[in-house]
C-alpha cells in the first residue's frame, strides 16, 4: 500500500479511542497509562457514553491537563455506539481503541507504531495480560507467536475467523483507511467485535503480528460477558452465519478452507461446558445448529488441527458421539 511508505523519522499521529461508561472505579488508571505513552503524537478520544456517575467530570478534569486530550459526551448507546464517534472525529494515521476499565503499557503505542513501519503492516496485533481485579495477579499472558510474524490477508482472515486470533479491537493497532465505510455493529452488545474486525481485516493487504504483551485486560465479575446467562453464548452462532455469508460471498480461497460447522460445534460445546458450570439449564441442542451428518464431522475433525487442540478434538468427538455421554462426562469431571 503506496501510501503507508512513512521515513523512519516521522511520527504519524496515532488516535487512540477510549469508550467509557460506568468505569469511574478504573477510569483514571486507564487515561493515566494512556497519556504516559513514550510515544508523544497521540490524540486521546475520550468517549462519553452517556456515563450516569463521575465520568464525565473525571474526563473533562483531565481534558483540562493534557491538550492531547479531546473528550466527547453523547446519549448512552453502548460500546459500538461509542467507537463509531470516535472513528468520525478521529484524526489520525493510525488508530487503536483501549477500554476504559483496563489500563496499557508505557510502550503500547510506540512498539505498534515500530512494528507498522518496520514491516508495511495495516494492521499490527500484539499480546495481552490478563489481570484479576481482586487480587491485580496476572492470569495468562497471551502471546500469539513467538517472534514478529507477517500474514497476508487470506492468513490472517482464516486465523481470525477461526479462533486464533481473537477479535479484540483493544491488542490492535489499524492503519485508519482501513475504516473508510466499516463501523462497529451496533445492534449487538456482546460479540459486535467479531461481527466488526473481520470486514476490516478482509480489506488489509498485510498483517504483523508480535508477542509482546503491552495490554494489560482487567478481569471483571461485574462485565456482561461475565454474566450468569448462557445464552449469551448462543449470539455467536448468529455471528458464525453472518460471517460464513460474507465468505461464501467474497472469497472463495476461505470458503473452501474455514470449517464453519466445525465451529459450530466447538462453540456448541463451550456453551454446554459453561452451562453446566454455572448450573444453568442446557435450552438449544448441537441439531439446532449443525446441518452435517455428525460422523462427518468426527471425520473431518482431524483434517483441522491447526484450529483445534487435541483435548478440543477429543471433547467434541465424545461430543458428536452422543451429547448425552458427553454432558455426563463433563459434570463428572
Known sequence: MENLKINEGDDPLVSIIVPI????KYLSKCIDSVISQTYKNIEILLIDDGSPDNCPEICDLYAQKDKRIKVFHKENGGHSSARNLGLSVANGWWICFVDSDDYICDDYVEHFVNVALRTGAEIVCAGYEEIEEDTNESLDSNSIS??????????????????KLRSYPWNKMFFRGLWQDVRWREDYKVYEDCLTLYLVFA???KVAISNKATYRYLQRSSSILHEQNPDIFLKLFDVLDEQQKYIEKSNLILKKKIPFDLLRVEYYRRYVNYCISTNKNITKRLSDFVKNTHWSLIFSLFHYPEVLDRKSIFSNVVLLISEHIYIIWRKMR
Do not use: N
Open 21 to 24: 461508561y460506568k468505569v469511574e
Open 146 to 163: 513467538t517472534d514478529v510474524s507477517i500474514l497476508e490477508r487470506e492468513d490472517a482472515l482464516y486465523l481470525l475467523l477461526c479462533d
Open 203 to 205: 480489506k488489509s493487504k
